[in-house]
C-alpha cells in the first residue's frame, strides 16, 4: 500500500507529531463516517483534543478505557465492533509507535464489509494525508518565507497579518477552532487582495474537498507546525 509507505516515511520527517496524531484521528473518523459504526464520535472529539495537545495523555487513556469497558462492546453479534474499537484504542495510542498509523490503516481497511468501501476508506484517508503534508511531505520552507519574506522582516508583522485589522490570521484562527473547512476558498481570496503570491497554498484551499485540523496552509496561517 502506498499510503502506508508514506506514512512510515512522513514518521522521519516531521517535527512534531501533532501532525501525525490529527491526521490519525481524521482517518479513524473517516472510517466512522463510512461505515457508521455506532458512536465513537465522542472519542474521536477527544482524540482530536489530545492530539492538538489540549488534553494529558491520561484523560485520553481514561476515556479510551470507559469505552472499552462499556458492556455494549462485549463480543457476539458486536465482535465486528469489538475488532473496530481496537483499533480506535490503538489509534489512540499511536503516539507510542512509528508502526501505529500505517498498521491500524491497513487493519481497519481489511475491516470493511467488500472491497469497494475498503478502496473509499484509503481513498479517504489518503486525501487528508495530502491535505495534512502536502505533496512534498513536510517542507513548508518555501511557503514560510513567502509569508514572512525578508523584506518585511521589521519591527512590524507582515503586511498580510495587518491587512483589515488582522482579517486572514483571525479568519485562519476561526476556521481552525470552528472547523469551518468549507469557508478556506473564502480565506484564499484574502490572501490574494492581501497580496500574498503562493498559488499551492491558495489552490489548496481551493481545489481540495477534504480537509482536517492539521491542514498544512492553515497550520502556517495560524502560526503551528
Ligand atoms: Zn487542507
Known amino acids: 500500500?502506498?499510503?502506508?509507505?508514506?506514512?512510515?516515511?512522513?514518521?522521519?520527517?516531521?517535527?512534531?507529531?501533532?501532525?501525525?496524531?490529527?491526521?490519525?484521528?481524521?482517518?479513524?473518523?473517516?472510517?466512522?463516517?463510512?461505515?457508521?459504526?455506532?458512536?465513537?464520535?465522542?472519542?474521536?472529539?477527544y482524540a482530536e483534543l489530545f492530539a492538538d495537545l489540549n488534553v494529558p495523555l491520561t484523560h485520553m487513556l481514561k476515556r479510551v478505557r470507559a469505552v472499552y469497558d462499556d458492556p455494549k462492546w462485549i463480543a457476539g453479534p458486536n465482535e465486528i465492533r469489538m475488532k473496530l474499537y481496537t483499533c480506535v484504542a490503538q489509534l489512540a495510542h499511536s503516539s507510542f509507535s512509528f508502526y501505529g498509523l500505517p498498521f491500524i490503516l491497513k487493519r481497519m481497511k481489511a475491516l470493511a464489509i467488500n472491497k469497494p468501501t475498503g478502496e473509499m476508506f484509503e481513498g479517504r484517508c489518503y486525501n487528508f494525508y495530502r491535505c495534512v503534508f502536502g505533496k512534498n511531505i513536510g517542507n513548508f520552507n518555501d511557503h514560510q518565507n513567502t509569508l514572512f519574506h525578508a523584506a518585511d522582516r521589521t519591527a512590524r508583522p507582515p503586511f498580510w497579518i495587518r491587512w483589515r485589522d488582522c482579517l486572514i490570521p483571525n479568519t485562519a484562527q476561526a476556521i481552525y477552532d470552528e472547523k469551518r473547512f468549507e469557508d478556506l476558498p473564502i480565506l484564499a481570496d484574502m490572501m490574494e487582495d492581501a497580496g500574498v503570491d503562493d498559488p499551492e497554498m491558495t489552490s489548496h484551499f481551493r481545489i481540495v474537498t477534504q480537509h482536517c485540523r492539521g491542514c498544512w496552509p492553515l497550520d502556517l496561517l495560524i502560526g503551528r507546525s
Open 1 to 45: 500500500m502506498v499510503l502506508n509507505k508514506e506514512i512510515h516515511a512522513v514518521w522521519h520527517k516531521v517535527r512534531g507529531k501533532r501532525k501525525y496524531y490529527l491526521l490519525a484521528r481524521a482517518c479513524a473518523q473517516t472510517y466512522e463516517t463510512l461505515f457508521r459504526a455506532h458512536g465513537l464520535w465522542k472519542l474521536w472529539e
